[in-house]
Antibody, heavy 122, light 110 residues
């Protein structure tokens, strides 16, 4: 079955960078893409962007353009999210999530990692 | 992109029906039949309960139904049960491979 296992919680100082990993299993990694969604404490969900594991193409949300980088490592079936110049309001749980593609229809964000809490504090 | 607008909270008694609205714009909700809904319990990842405006994934209760009119999508929970107490988020495709989520609604079963 599809599993997305994320790296553990991190605490960072303002201005630093953070990198979160998401190891996929249970499907052919390069057949699909990976989205990243974050949720600040007590707040809603925010779509951050998407990366193709096939060719590395990325689409980022406008809000985080310039600070965000998504990459994949096909040798380990792992997706990475890096966020730079961290601010306190970047404190959130970061999720990787993947669609389920049936060919004639797609179930968006059907599979989710367990989430990674990133705390930005001086 | 601005978040889709949802009521902060909706409540109902067991057995009742409740409806959650999700208002976007002609660039997202109104442009594509690609609205989805997610249920989230505290401390857990969201779970997909509706996709393509009205469709339920396998295993999701028939008590969940949804619709869309112009720039507003709606989720209805019929026969409200205690286990439906959770946060609900809508999500819409916004073009150019981007998505936008709603602000979220907390459902309380009285």
């Amino acid at each position: 079955q599809v599993r997305l296992v994320q790296s553990g919680a991190q605490v960072k100082k303002p201005g630093a960078s953070v990198k979160v990993s998401c190891k996929a299993s249970g499907y052919r990694f390069t057949d699909s893409g990976m989205s990243w969604v974050r949720q600040a404490p007590g707040q809603g969900l925010e779509w951050m962007g998407w990366i193709s594991a096939h060719n590395g193409n990325t689409y980022y949300g406008q809000k985080l353009q310039g600070r965000l980088s998504m990459t994949t490592d096909t040798s380990t079936d792992t997706a990475y999210l890096e966020l730079k110049s961290l601010r306190p309001d970047d404190t959130a749980v970061y999720y990787c999530t993947r669609d389920e593609d049936f060919g004639d229809h797609i179930l968006p964000f059907q599979f989710w990692g367990q989430g990674t809490l990133v705390t930005v504090s001086s | 992109q601005s978040a889709l607008t949802q009521p902060a909270s909706v409540s109902g008694s067991p057995g009742q029906s409740i409806t959650i609205s999700c208002t976007g714009t002609s660039s997202d909700v109104g442009s594509f039949n690609l609205v989805s809904w997610y249920q989230q319990y505290p401390g857990q990842a969201p779970k997909l309960i509706i996709y393509e405006v009205t469709k339920r994934p396998s295993g999701v209760s028939h008590r969940f139904s949804a619709s869309k009119s112009d720039n507003t999508a709606s989720l209805t929970i019929s026969g409200l049960q205690a286990q439906d107490e959770a946060d609900y988020f809508c999500c819409a495709y916004a073009g150019r491979s981007t998505y936008v989520f709603g602000t979220g609604t907390t459902v309380t079963v009285l």
